[in-house]
């Protein structure tokens, strides 16, 4: 079983729609988790980080759910600029090794 | 102020072949990660360094060294070089206190034909 589990998608959804994704992850002593975001040849970069109270960026929204090892992301009115990939990540505390997911694709159609 | 470098941007190399990959991180940062991407596929962690140590290693294979010097800078050797070594090596770097917090470099794309 993958560390994390992520639906590769692609998932392509139309302007100004709203899209969850959804992560589980195997390791229960993960405590820091991230979603990051990536284009196409680019590197990786930090999107958000998630917390056990949940928390909102403008239009996204992360979720942890510690019990179900399960972290989402919700992206509302969805942007052309939204287009990418999007990685899941956990991190045990105290080990600074970040553990990614296979990404999940989206494109978001005019 | 300058983000996390890389270079080269690009590399062929041949199979069995050896391959020195460098790294100069964010301004501040002290630590340095690397990560293999292969297509289609996330990050892998292969290795951490700190204070010129290696901190951490992933499930990479002996082929694969590093370096960090004392001005933070770092370097990621491959040799006998394999067709799935073929990927984009990633550089991450953050502050020891804050490793989880990783800004990564544009990386290099290494193929091994």
């Known amino acids: 079983r993958k560390e994390v589990e992520q639906d590769p998608g692609p998932f392509n959804v139309p302007e100004g729609a709203t899209v969850a994704f959804n992560c589980t992850y195997s390791?229960?002593?993960?405590?820091?988790f991230f979603w990051y975001r990536q284009d196409c040849r680019k590197e990786p970069k930090l999107l958000m980080s998630?917390?056990?109270s949940g928390n909102e960026d403008g239009r996204f929204t992360a979720q942890l759910n510690r019990a179900s090892q399960y972290i989402s992301l919700l992206i509302r009115d969805s942007k052309l600029s939204d287009s990418a990939t999007y990685l899941c990540?956990?991190?045990?505390?105290?080990?600074?090794?970040?553990?990614f997911g296979t990404g999940t694709r989206l494109t978001i159609i005019p | 102020d300058a983000g996390v470098t890389q270079s080269p941007t690009h590399l062929i190399k041949t199979r069995g072949q050896q391959v020195t990959l460098r790294c100069s991180p964010k301004?501040?940062?002290?630590?340095v990660s690397w990560y293999q991407q292969a297509l289609g596929q996330g990050p892998q962690f292969i290795f951490q360094?700190?204070?010129?140590?290696?901190?951490q290693r992933g499930n990479f294979p002996d082929r694969f060294s590093g370096h960090q010097f004392p001005n933070y800078s770092s370097e990621l050797n491959v040799n006998a070089l394999l067709l799935g070594d073929s990927a984009l090596y990633l550089c991450?770097?953050?502050?020891?206190?804050?490793?989880?917090?990783?800004?990564f470099g544009p990386g290099t794309r290494l193929t091994v034909t």
């Open positions: 390791n229960s002593a993960s405590q820091s």
């Open positions: 990540v956990v991190s045990p505390l105290g080990n600074e090794k970040l553990t």
């Open positions: 360094y700190y204070e010129e140590e290696e901190r």
């Open positions: 301004s501040g940062h002290d630590t």
């Open positions: 998630v917390y056990s």
């Open positions: 991450a770097s953050s502050i020891a206190t804050e490793a989880y917090e990783q800004y």
